[in-house]
């Protein structure tokens, strides 16, 4: 099991920063330094100047490195958003072999797909144009990245998944399919982003996607420090502990200052980097 944060290459030089996540983690990944529009801002150009800060910080620190995300609806450079049909599903499969291929070996966990089902009681995909080249772009996706990084875990990460409610069920039930049909999935993301803390059913969640034979994962954990957040931290970690195969939590921060969309104090180190309650 690993404990990680997300970390920003900019925080790096950060001694009080890095003095926490050299304390108090294990596992680092990419806040948004790994994302589409900064790994291929030109198509076919890659940039990893940012990423591999990341990288080389987590090889040398000893820290474990996740990967997120290979394709997302959201942070999608211009000229891919620009693009539709085949010219973008090849775009697509092209950006996941060579990111994934670039960190082969590296990467403990991959966020191959973020964010494609939709919100809401449909259970259904999400309108995009990733989506839009056909509802086989997961399974390609998940099929591309297994062939450029083998020993890489290959997950679908999501938010508003917490509980069981019909989008968790709308991806419970392609993991399911994914598995029966043989196609290569190995862990599910539950973002955590828990303005409200984790919902009465959290543990018996992770638990129903665990018994598919896959591993989950915390991927984005944050609380806001209104609600009960030491109590509520407390709560979500007894369910991974207690969960089979809930192999990793991953804070979205490590402290509080900086953090996205900037207030709220939803991590688990304050302004000044003292540890709190939570
Ligand atoms: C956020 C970053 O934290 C911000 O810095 C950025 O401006 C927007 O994206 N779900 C995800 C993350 O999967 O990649 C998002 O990260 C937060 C929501």
Redesign the pocket.
């Known amino acids: 099991r690993y404990f990680g944060a997300?970390v920003a290459a900019g925080k790096l030089g950060d001694s009080v920063y890095t003095g926490i996540l050299d304390r108090e983690f294990n596992s680092v990944t990419a806040?948004?330094e790994m994302?589409w529009d900064a790994t291929e801002p030109q198509q076919n150009q890659f940039n990893f100047t940012n990423a591999d800060r990341i990288a080389n910080y987590a090889a040398a620190n000893g820290k474990l490195l996740r990967g997120?995300?290979l394709l997302?609806h959201s942070?999608q450079p211009g000229w891919a958003q620009a693009l539709s049909g085949t010219a973008l599903r090849n775009a697509a499969i092209n950006h996941v072999t060579r990111v994934a291929g670039q960190y082969r070996g590296r990467i403990h966990s991959w966020d191959v797909v973020?964010?494609a089902f939709a919100d809401g009681t449909s259970g259904g995909r999400r309108d995009s144009n990733l989506q839009r080249t056909g509802n086989d772009w997961i399974e390609a996706a998940f099929r591309a990245a297994r062939a450029a990084d083998p020993a890489a875990k290959l997950c679908y990460?999501d938010?508003n998944t917490d509980g069981i409610n019909a989008k968790s069920t709308g991806i419970y039930t392609m993991v399911r399919d994914f598995k029966a049909r043989g196609v290569p999935i190995d862990c599910v993301g539950l973002?955590s982003?828990l303005t409200n803390g984790p919902p009465g059913d959290y543990q018996a969640n992770l638990q129903r996607f665990a018994n598919l034979g896959v591993d989950v994962q915390i991927t984005?954990l944050d609380i806001p420090q209104g609600s009960n957040q030491a109590k509520a931290y407390a709560h979500v970690t007894r369910a991974c502990l207690a969960a089979a195969r809930c192999n990793g939590i991953t804070a979205?921060g490590a402290r509080d200052s900086g953090y996205?969309p900037g207030n709220g104090n939803p991590l688990l180190f304050d302004r000044s980097g003292n540890k709190k309650a939570a």
């Open positions: 997300a806040e948004n994302k997120h995300t997302w942070q973020n964010e990460n938010y973002q982003h984005e979205w996205w």
